[in-house]
């Protein structure tokens, strides 16, 4: 939880990695998603979106546009999305990072499952609940598959909870929006 020292040490690296491999090496794109994720945690969300950004048109032309790295960067590029409530570019970007890891990784990969989850939030929040309720049900199947910390598939159950909720299913989504909060509130590593 160091964010000011992670993005000085990134900033090094950037500069460093960009005179040795070149602007538009997967090397940089790699760590400008890093900076991204960086932003994001500062609270920079404007900036946090046109790192990822420039992450993402990299990443394309570095890695290819079929590529676990690229699917990784456009998910977080549509996670800033979301929190800066530009939904239907974050859909897609999270819907084209879904398609590349349907390519390129096994389905029960956290990456599939972290993706999952932060598409359920898009859904739910523009108010698409029973498709939210199918993706978020795969996410926290995902995630248990996958062998992830079990605040991971908490937080996918808790979404999947209110998209339930929000359907009048008030007695399922009681179950799940239970026994997540008794997890995460257990757990002092999952995210606030």
């Known amino acids: 939880n160091r964010q000011d020292e992670a993005a000085a040490i990134l900033l090094d690296a950037l500069r460093k990695n960009t005179q040795l491999f070149g602007p538009t090496s997967a090397q940089v794109a790699d760590i400008l998603d890093r900076l991204a994720i960086v932003r994001f945690a500062q609270g920079q969300f404007v900036e946090s979106e046109s790192v990822a950004r420039e992450a993402l ?3 394309r ?3 290819g546009p079929q590529h676990l790295m690229t699917g990784n ?3 977080t590029l549509g996670r800033t999305l979301v929190h800066l409530e530009k939904y239907t570019e974050a859909e897609a970007r999270l819907r084209e990072a879904l398609d590349i890891f349907a390519v390129v ?5 956290q990456y599939v499952a972290s993706t999952e989850y932060f598409l359920g939030e ?3 929040i523009t108010g698409r609940f029973s ?3 199918t993706v978020l049900t795969d996410s926290m199947k995902h995630w248990n598959r996958a062998g992830a910390p079990p605040c991971r598939a908490a937080r996918s159950a808790s979404a999947l909870g209110e998209a339930l909720y ?3 299913r008030r007695q399922e989504a009681e179950k799940y929006l239970s026994e997540s909060f008794h997890q995460l509130s257990a ?3 999952a995210d606030r």
Do not use: C, F, K, N
């Not at 990784?105 to 990969?109: F, L, Q, R, V």
């Open 73 to 75: 960067i456009a998910t």
């Open 105 to 109: 990784a096994p389905s029960d990969h």
């Open 166 to 168: 929000r359907q009048g």
């Open 61 to 63: 032309t570095a890695y």
């Open 187 to 189: 757990d002092s590593t």
């Open 57 to 59: 048109s990299i990443g």
């Open 122 to 124: 898009v859904l739910i």
């Open 131 to 133: 498709e939210a309720e």
